[in-house]
């Protein structure tokens, strides 16, 4: 019979349980890791399941008019025996296994394990009856089989797969081999009887599967990590008999960290108050805590640069220990690894000798002398030597012995015969994590004596943060020049050394996001373009006018390169301008319309070379004056519209908006009279102008920068003015030039301040309406519209992305 915990903390000589052991009480339930991702993993194998059956219909037809073709001539007192067995067995094992795990006092998993299966039973149930009957087709029609009298899931094995997986089996193979037999026979009775199709039972699995994995992870699972006790009674079985034991670590957020415990043998090794062993527990469920980090390290990087990111319990018991042994016999210095254990089945035991002292993080900075550092780069070199990699060089892996001597531990992410990139990568990062408490000159000055300067120059290339911890970027949050301060002190020492960056990356996540964005826009564009019809659109069209369209069109990046270039000191290339408000427009498909063109600038101007601060202060400036010249325009063009066309004059403001105004005005008026919010917002416009008027005076007092920006904030809105008259005009359409002046003004204004990306929706309901309201027929207004924005928002997608791959690629945003 399987050791029980409680059967562990019992010592074969009938006292380790009476042995003292000082720990902090662990809590009677924990949601695990790997129960989220179980879940996730089991509702995306659903979901797979329902887009398979969605688009190979005829083929999952097939396969089932096959399988009841092949059982037609299988004997039907076979199939009847096997039905019989299914029925009784599938719900007769695992409630036969629920009762074995109550004798054994592991009620609450089978009470979890229980609500389980009842979700399970309810939600295919409600499948089976108000579902199928409420939408049949589509998917239904895959998942069911011979009409809407089948189910589209398998009622009676989908709360009992629910039930084995939240009750947990690991460890009891006779047990899961017996269940998973059963429900296997189960699963292949219902499609001899027609009862389910292979897509509903696939169906059922992970339906049954994420629900037992979710529940467990809701609920959170009976705590299988053995106590302090259980520790001490497998120490015991490896002939080191404790006197006491504690505690040693402080639990904290880390769950990737192990258990340390601190042991007093008997007879006494060590003399004084100190610790003879030290104890580190390696728990099951903490064995995929940190997994979705290193998963998506392992597919962003190089598969060089990073370890597994999936270890059973075994392989880190092996890998840790192996790791032990191959330091020590490197000559590096660290704690003797005296035995190694499992603890039950759900931990595993590392006993180390004790060294006392403190964590590297824990030292003083008074305390860390040159002779310290000089003596963790031997450590180091050994290590290096030996073709042995750590992985995981921070100041936690650094232990400063009483004796004044430099340890290395944490060993458990470490590799044997390492290649060079990951030894090179070791450096870096110990390089960095020495410099952040030392600084870059000690750092470089005590490895160069060490390792030489050649062995340093090697590590130039892989000073990056992604090659980094992700505790040591953090840190470098705060020290944000301390890897180019590293650079810089071994380039003096060696200046024919490499400096270009070394690509550890398969991809960056920028390139997530161009990915992203243009799948965006090929979702909402292919609708759109279909929805159009074309033929007729072509035919109608005066081409002319549509050439002259596309130009405007055109001509609007330029004016928008200009409008920056304005507001810049320094002298930017047009070209590049130009391509940059071209990736704007590609951006602002994922972003509202405010906010890409904003991105983009500021961005671009700090690769230019300009500070965060006067990047942001620039692009304020540019668009806070694009801001004026739009009111004032639609104020002057407004007042004009109204004064010499009947056929605008709805567009004038009635009396009711300009009550509401005056309103609004007031209510904003009385509100800023409160002392607080009079100091909330002259904070938040202070921190917004900060940087804007001082750019501002600086453009005043340059005519050239001053009629560059005017002047193309001016040509910005005249180009897109011109685009859209010459599309009204394309489709036989006629309106004054202040009418159409007024229209684009406003609808860009609603534009800008919906929160869709481009303002998509907004602006064409605004165009649509106020053109319809300015004289011209729904049709022509509509088709206006449509070509307006395939010109100015849906025909710059593709070159938008190319400017933004080509400046991403040359560095330039």
Known sequence: MTQTHDDAARSPHGDAAGVPVDEPAQPDRIRRTSDAIRFVASVVGLAAVMLLVSIAQQTTHGLETDIAEGTAHAPRLLLSLATLVSSFGVLAVPIAFGVERVFHKDGTRVAIALLAAAIAFGITVSLDDLVVRAAPGGVLDSLIWGGTETAPVHTDIAPVIAFVTAVGMAGRLRWQAATWALIGLAALTGLTASYASVAALAATYFLGRAIGHGTLYTVGTPNPRPSGRAVVAALERLGLRARRAARLDEPTGDAEEARVYGAVLDPRRRAGDDWDVELRVLDRDQQTAGLPYRAWRLLRLRATTTGRALRSLRRSLEQESLMAYATGAAGARTPRLVAT??????????????????????????????????????????????????????????????????????????????????????????????????????????????????????????????????????????????????????????????????????????????????????????????????????????????????????????????????????????????????????????????????????????????????????????????????????????????????????????????????????????????????????????????????????????????????????????????????SIRAFGGSLPLTSVVVVYLTANAVGSAAPTPGGLGAVEGALTLALTISGLSADTATSAVLLYRLLTLWLPVLPGWGAFAYLQRKEAL
Request: proline share 4%.
């Open 341 to 726: 254990s499992e603890v039950g089945t759900e931990a595993a035991l590392l006993v180390y000798e004790h060294v006392p002292g403190r964590r590297l993080a824990d030292v003083p900075d008074s305390e860390i002398t040159d002779a310290l550092l000089t003596d963790v780069w031997r450590q180091f070199r050994a290590l290096q030597a030996g073709r042995l990699a750590h992985r995981r060089l921070q100041e936690g892996a650094v232990l400063v012995g009483a004796d004044g001597h430099a340890y290395l531990t944490d060993l458990r992410a470490g590799e044997i015969a390492a290649g060079d990139l990951a030894l090179r990568l070791d450096l870096a990062q110990l390089l960095t994590t020495l410099a952040l408490r030392a600084g870059p000159e000690r750092a470089v000055g005590t490895a160069a004596a060490i390792l030489g300067e050649e062995a340093l120059a090697s590590a130039v290339p892989l000073l990056q943060r992604v090659a980094l911890s992700r505790e040591t970027r953090t840190a470098l949050r705060h020290n944000r020049d301390l890897l180019t301060r590293i650079r810089e002190q071994i380039v003096r020492r060696k200046p024919e050394t490499a400096v270009a960056p070394a690509r550890l990356e398969r991809f960056r996540p920028r390139t997530i996001f161009s990915v992203v964005a243009l799948s965006i826009a090929a979702y909402i564009v292919i609708p759109q373009v279909a929805s159009l019809d074309i033929g007729t659109m072509a035919s109608t069209a005066n081409w002319t006018w549509v050439l002259v369209a596309l130009g405007a069109a055109a001509l609007t990046y330029v004016a928008a390169a200009f409008m920056l270039m304005g507001f810049v000191p320094e002298r930017l290339p047009l070209r590049r301008t130009v391509l940059a408000q071209l990736a704007a427009s590609f951006v602002k498909l994922v972003a509202p319309a405010a906010v890409g063109g904003v991105a983009v600038n500021t961005r671009y101007l700090q690769r230019s070379g300009m500070r965060p601060g006067a990047a942001v202060a620039t692009v304020g400036a540019s668009q806070l004056v694009g801001l004026v010249t739009h009111l004032l325009l639609l104020t002057l063009f407004g007042f004009l519209t109204g004064s010499t066309s009947q056929a605008t004059q709805n567009l004038a403001p009635s009396r009711a908006v300009v009550i509401a105004v005056l309103s609004l005005g007031l209510l904003a008026g009385l509100t800023l009279t409160v002392p607080r919010v009079r100091r909330e917002a002259a904070t938040r416009l202070k921190s917004m102008f900060s940087g804007v008027v001082p750019r501002l005076v600086d453009v005043l007092q340059s005519p050239t920068k001053l009629t560059t920006g005017l002047g193309g904030t001016l040509l910005l809105t005249l180009s897109f003015v011109l685009c859209l008259d010459a």
